[in-house]
């Protein structure tokens, strides 16, 4: 598998789409996007002769870089039969793509249920408390009242988008077997 490759890999991974440019540091060289004047990233992970426990860096984004560190915990030998590449574990939430960065990232995070959010789903209540007890959306036919409500409900979606995507393996596993990482690692080479 080339770098290239695993670049392709990893944005399966995380849920991206591979419309920025990356590289790849390993031992003090780099390899990735050509538009960064690194080396290119076709080269084979057997050709870098990383020895099990190896780490290298992968950087993403790199107007506001996530940075992955990477480490070789074994290698398989090839099964007949076998799909590779294949995802054995992971957990977590992966972040937007152009959610701004990892500390912007952080900041949605702990933010994602603060006092703004109370207040929208207080709004939100209130009106659905309204709606059972008349059991009538009369309270809709109020402007105010509707523009509040249809502002409190994108808000709070708005948020739960901050929250991410969760990390399933069996969804990473199904796109990595239709060979979406191979279409991701030519987004930017």
Known sequence: ?????????????????????????????????WETGARSPAIALADLKLRKGSRFLY???????????????????????????????????????DCGGPEAWMWRQDNAFGY?????????TEFLQEAAETKSLAVLDDPDRAEELRGSLERLKERASWLGEHFERRKTNERLQQNEHLNLMHQQM
């Open 59 to 97: 950087e993403y984004d790199l107007n506001i870089p996530w940075e992955h560190e990477v480490r070789l915990e074994e290698r398989q030998p090839f099964k007949p039969g076998a799909y590779f590449p294949a995802c054995t574990g992971g957990d977590g939430t992966c972040p937007q793509e």
């Open 116 to 124: 703004e959010t109370m207040d929208d789903l207080e709004t939100t």
């Open 1 to 33: 598998m080339t770098l290239r490759e695993i670049h392709g890999v990893l944005q399966v991974v995380m849920g991206w789409e591979g419309i920025h440019l990356y590289q790849f540091v390993i031992h003090t060289a780099r390899y990735g996007s």
